[in-house]
């Protein structure tokens, strides 16, 4: 078998190769308009590993004619910067070169910096790849002369079309089969790396024992024995862990218990129980609130439960209390209430506190006219009596509306009888 690892021997060079990435590569589509035309911009590639960006910036090198130099941010700095720039204005240089710059969210500040006067006059063409969301770790001087292209994680249909691709390759080189249900077993458990797929491939070839002519026989037991479990694409702290716990909450907010449950399942798998029992704790009091106000009570005993019990087991209140809030009525009135009125405080609507509500449980307080006038509420009908509370500036502001759930329906009912 060849020494070079099948994924690198078995990516593409033409775009019509380029498994996945529809959106970007179809006829017609931006990227594939600019690849062709070889006037090749600055440009940034973001997205899950194994999904095609080096290969597209290897063909884009190719139709750009410019000298192409590759460096990966993990291990380069300013000296290797510094090191293209002194070829520029060479005969190496004349006509420009492109920079293939891989993992571009490990270079500071400092380095990234260093390109942009060879970004903005053109003697260097920029291509960079991250895994990382460009908004969060790309300096904005970067990104404002780059454009942004998002490759998406391949589906197993188009995984499958690489896998076979692949295996044709092999056999022809050795004598090898692979069963169709092994091959749509590895596509599936890729989890859209079409790299992991490819390495599946060759693990697989290696663990199948040749029969007595030295045919291999890779069968569906053989693919699942290789590939065990689907890869989770979850970072602590990478975009996965955003994007699984915002598609948590949503799917609440939305009353979707099966969604709601689908991505619990995917923080579940990460073991990170702090994080799952402080997002229902938030959904519970963002989300839910006053439609049913029992609620954030209720999820803190499933989380309490969750922690004494540890996973595996804490699964279960976690599910409990996920459900619960995914089929509860919704009430947003408790955060629009005391977002509006942190936002006058920021915007320093705030005026002084009405004298009649001040502190006057101390002697001097009456001669400062503190609490003369206030009326206490308990010795009035329904402990109520009409009096001013927000100070005279905002005296008319309304934080609090009341959602259009029962509960708080049923609050509102009590406060137009008892204020008239």
């Known amino acids: 078998m060849a020494s070079r690892p099948l994924a690198d021997r078995m990516r593409p060079s033409d775009i019509a190769d380029v498994v996945g990435q529809e959106h970007l590569l179809a006829e017609g589509k931006a990227l594939r308009n600019i690849l062709e035309s070889g006037n090749i ?23 750009s004619n410019k000298r192409l130099y590759r460096l990966n941010a993990t291990t380069a700095g300013v000296s290797d910067i510094k090191s293209i720039i002194n070829e520029l204005d060479s005969m190496l240089g004349m006509d420009g070169v492109l920079l293939y710059l891989d993992e571009i969210q490990n270079f500071n500040k400092k380095q990234q910096q260093s390109l942009l006067e060879f970004i903005e006059n053109g003697k260097i063409t920029l291509i960079a790849s991250t895994t990382e969301n460009p908004y969060f770790y790309i300096y904005n001087a970067i990104l404002s002369r780059c454009t942004v292209f998002e490759f998406k994680e391949v589906p197993p249909s188009e ?41 599946s491939v060759e693990v697989c070839m290696l663990a199948a024992n040749p029969d007595s002519d030295g045919k291999i026989h890779v069968t569906i037991q053989t693919a699942e024995d290789c590939t065990q479990k689907k890869a989770l694409r979850y970072d602590k702290d ?39 029992a402080r997002r229902l704790l938030v959904i519970a009091a963002e989300d839910v609130g006053l439609a049913y106000p029992q609620a954030i009570s209720i999820v803190k005993s499933c989380v309490d439960a969750a922690f004494q019990l540890g996973f595996p087991e804490a699964r279960i209140p976690l599910a409990e209390a996920t459900l619960l809030l995914a089929t509860a009525p919704k009430s947003n009135s408790a955060i629009m209430a005391i977002d509006a009125a942190m936002s006058d405080l920021s915007a320093g609507n705030t005026g002084d ?22 009326k206490y509420p308990h010795s009035y009908p329904n402990h109520y009596v009409a009096q001013q509370y927000l100070p005279d500036e905002i005296k008319q502001r309304k934080y609090y509306e009341p959602g259009d759930n029962k509960f708080e329906q049923s609050l509102k009912a009590y406060f137009d009888k008892i204020k008239g």
Do not use: C, W
């Open 41 to 63: 911009s600055n440009m940034i590639f973001y997205g899950p590993s194994g999904t095609g960006k080096t290969t597209v910036a290897n063909i884009a090198a190719e139709k």
């Open 238 to 276: 990478g975009d996965s862990h955003y994007d699984i716990i915002s598609a948590f909450q949503k799917s609440i907010r939305g009353s979707d218990p099966d969604a709601a449950m689908h991505y619990l399942a995917r923080l579940v798998a990460s073991d990170d129980l702090q994080i799952i």
């Open 159 to 199: 995984t499958e079309k690489a896998v076979r691709r692949a295996i044709a390759l092999v056999s022809g080189e050795r004598n090898v089969i692979f069963d169709d249900d092994a091959i749509t077993h590895i596509a599936h458990l890729s989890g859209g790396d079409v790299r992991k797929a490819l390495n």
């Open 353 to 374: 506190i009405p004298p009649h509500l001040k502190d006057s449980h101390y002697s001097g307080a009456s001669k400062m006219g503190r609490g003369l006038t206030y």
